[in-house]
C-alpha cells in the first residue's frame, strides 16, 4: 500500500509539471504507456492524414510517392507541394495572401523520423517552402532560415525565383487597402495552412507544414507553421500532430508539441487533440479564433479536434481517400 501511495503522489507530482490533468490519469488505474507499435497488414502500403479539403491533391501525391519507393518524408514533402503550386488556394504558396504592404511571404517546415528537422520563414518569391525546408533539414545544422537568408540559401540550391502575387490575390489586396480593416474570417474558402503527416511502409512518421500566414498580416509576421513544437511536431516513437488556424494561439500553447506529450503520456490522439483545443479555448476569446489539430500515433490511430465547425481532414489508407469532418469544441 506505501508503494502503491507513494506512486500516485510521483505520478501526480508529474502530470501537475507536464501540465497534465492528474486525475484522468490516476482514473486510468495504470501508469501512462506509449502506443503500440503499427499494424503492418493495415498500413503496409502507407496512412496519411492532411489538413483541409486540398489534403485529397496532397495525399494524392503522397500515395504516388510512396508507391514508388519513397519515404513518409518524400511523401509529405512532394504532396504539400503539390498545394503550394494551386494558384487558386490564398493562403498556401502561389497566389497566397500577401501582407499589408502586398508582399507574399511563405513559411514551412518539415520533421522526419530521426527527429531532424528544417523551416524557413518569411520567405519570398520562391514557389516551395517546403522543398527548401527539407533542404535545410538535410544539408545544414540549423533548423530555421529567415527572409532573405532563407531566399538566398533556396537560389544557391537550385531554386529559382517566381512572382508570387497573382491577379486575383493583388485585386483582393487592393480592395482590401480601401479599409485596411482586421476581420478575421473562421475557415475562410475551406483553405488555410496546410499540414501533412505520413506513416510509410515501414512504420516511420514524418510531417510538413506549408503557408502563406495571415492575410495582410503586418510586415515581418511569422506564424505557427514553421516552428518545430508549434505548428508540427513529430516523434517517430510516439506519433506526429500538425496545426492549422490563427498561429498565434498555436504558438503561445506549443499545441502541436502538446499533443504528441499528451500522446506519450497515455492519451489517444483524439483525446489530446481535444485537450489541446480547451487550454486555447481556456486562456483566451476565441469567437473569432479558429484552430485545429490532426494527429496520428504509431498504431495509425487518427484524431482531430478544432474550436468551431468547419475543418476537415483527408485520410488516405491503402490508396483510398475519404474527407472527414473533425470534431468541434465550440
Known amino acids: 500500500m506505501t508503494r502503491r501511495r507513494t506512486f500516485l503522489r ?19 488505474g495504470t501508469a501512462p504507456s506509449s502506443p503500440a507499435p503499427a499494424n503492418p497488414e493495415r498500413f503496409k502500403e502507407g496512412h496519411m492524414l492532411s489538413t483541409w479539403n486540398h489534403g485529397i491533391v496532397a495525399n494524392e501525391e503522397g500515395w504516388r510517392q510512396m508507391q514508388n519507393g519513397g519515404s513518409a ?21 502561389l497566389g497566397g495572401s500577401p501582407d499589408r504592404e502586398g508582399f507574399v511571404t511563405l513559411d514551412a517546415c518539415v520533421m522526419g523520423p530521426n527527429g531532424d528537422a ?21 544539408t545544414t545544422p540549423h533548423v530555421l532560415l529567415a527572409g532573405t537568408g532563407a531566399r538566398d540559401f533556396a537560389l544557391a540550391h537550385g531554386f529559382t525565383t517566381r512572382d508570387l502575387l497573382t491577379e486575383n490575390s493583388k485585386r483582393a489586396w487592393e480592395e482590401w487597402r480601401k479599409s485596411a480593416a482586421y476581420k478575421p474570417i473562421i475557415n475562410v474558402e475551406n483553405h488555410d ?6 506513416q510509410d511502409r515501414d512504420g516511420r512518421l514524418a510531417g510538413a507544414c506549408t503557408t502563406s500566414g495571415l492575410a495582410y498580416k503586418l510586415r515581418g509576421r511569422v506564424g505557427d507553421s514553421p516552428i518545430i513544437g508549434a505548428g508540427l511536431f513529430v516523434d517517430d516513437e510516439i506519433g506526429a500532430c ?37 487550454r486555447i ?36 489508407i491503402a490508396g483510398h481517400t475519404e474527407l472527414v469532418d473533425a470534431p468541434h469544441r465550440n
Open 10 to 28: 510521483q505520478l501526480g507530482a508529474s502530470a501537475l509539471l507536464l501540465g497534465l490533468d492528474p486525475t484522468r490519469l490516476l482514473k486510468a
Open 73 to 93: 518524408t518524400d511523401a509529405v514533402v512532394e504532396g504539400t507541394a503539390v498545394v503550394e503550386s494551386d494558384p487558386t488556394g490564398t493562403s498556401v504558396g
Open 118 to 138: 528544417g523551416g524557413v520563414c518569411f520567405m519570398e518569391d520562391i514557389e516551395h517552402p517546403v522543398r527548401v525546408a527539407r533542404k535545410v533539414m538535410d
Open 193 to 198: 495552412t496546410i499540414g501533412m503527416l505520413a
Open 242 to 278: 500538425t496545426a492549422t488556424g490563427l498561429g498565434e494561439a498555436v504558438m503561445k500553447t506549443l499545441g502541436s508539441f502538446l499533443v504528441v506529450e499528451l500522446i506519450r503520456q497515455g492519451r489517444t490522439p483524439q483525446q489530446a487533440c481535444e485537450e489541446a483545443v480547451d
Open 281 to 316: 479555448m481556456h486562456k483566451m476569446p476565441v469567437a473569432d479564433l479558429q484552430v485545429g489539430y490532426l494527429a496520428m500515433d504509431t498504431a495509425g490511430n487518427a484524431g482531430s479536434c478544432a474550436i468551431h465547425s468547419g475543418f476537415n481532414y483527408a485520410r488516405t
